[in-house]
């Protein structure tokens, strides 16, 4: 399995920008999908926005789709979720997930960081 370490959360006002980090050791981290979801209080966590191994395919919720962008550079073993035009209802704690296979994310034997909180004030 891969470790992560998510960063770069924090308080802004509603129509700021966020880019949060998620770093992963180990040398084959661009063997893996990587995603980021969230969980807002007294909600599940929910799929937010997800990356092939490759950086070729990515996709979105429908909710943030125009407004938040991934991706990763390999070399640095690091993957990235711009947020821009943030909505109160964006603020949530979010996760960064890894897995072989872009179908694979959040199964049980896919692998979390600690999450990042984000909070946005309107």
């Known amino acids: 399995q891969v470790q992560l370490v998510e960063s770069g959360g924090g308080l802004v006002q509603a129509g700021g920008s966020l880019r949060l980090s998620c770093a992963a050791s180990g040398r084959t981290f661009s063997s893996y999908a990587m995603g980021w979801f969230r969980q807002a209080p007294g909600k599940e966590r929910e799929f937010v926005a997800a990356?092939?191994?490759?950086?070729?395919?990515?996709y979105y919720t429908d909710s943030v789709k125009g407004r938040f962008t991934i991706s990763r550079d390999n070399a640095k073993n690091t993957v990235y979720l711009q947020m821009n035009s943030l909505k109160p209802e964006d603020t949530a704690v979010y996760y960064c997930?890894?897995?072989?296979?872009?179908?694979?994310?959040?199964?049980?034997?896919?692998?979390w960081g600690q999450g990042t909180q984000v909070t946005v004030s309107s």
């Open positions: 990356i092939s191994w490759s950086g070729g395919s990515t």
């Open positions: 997930n890894a897995a072989p296979v872009v179908n694979s994310l959040s199964s049980a034997s896919s692998s």
